[in-house]
Nanobody
Framework: QVQLVESGGGLVQAGGSLRLSCAVS????????MAWFRQAPGKEREFVSG???????TSADSVKGRFVISRDNAKNTVIPQMNSLKPEDTAVYYC????????????????WGQGTQVTVSS
């Protein structure tokens, strides 16, 4: 049974930082590309950042220079460090997995976590 469990969300002031985590089980982690998406109220789910097994990274333009994604292949976890947070970063953040290289299209991912709320106050 595939499980992706996010944690680390919460309320933070603008300019602050949060460190999310996604614990993955039930799949061969080394075969999977991992990504984070987010969904704000009334908006579509959008790509935030992704990382391949070998550590190749991609990020949305809106978070470049502020968010850094990493993965611990020994612990089957994916960790986005989010810095310089803005009110527009407020959303539910989802961890996602797909075989191979991560893409920026949510339709390419078939395994998802339940999401964790991030709220940035101004």
């Amino acid at each position: 049974q595939v499980q992706l469990v996010e944690s680390g969300g919460g309320l933070v002031q603008a300019g602050g930082s949060l460190r999310l985590s996604c614990a993955v089980s039930g799949l061969p982690f080394s075969d999977y590309g991992m990504a984070w998406f987010r969904q704000a109220p009334g908006k579509e789910r959008e790509f935030v950042s992704g990382i391949s097994w070998r550590g190749g990274r991609t990020s949305a333009d809106s978070v470049k220079g502020r968010f850094v994604i990493s993965r611990d292949n020994a612990k089957n976890t994916v960790i986005p460090q989010m810095n310089s947070l803005k009110p527009e970063d407020t959303a539910v953040y989802y961890c996602a997995a797909r075989i191979g290289v991560p893409t920026m299209d949510r339709r390419d991912f078939n395994s998802w976590g339940q999401g964790t709320q991030v709220t940035v106050s101004s």
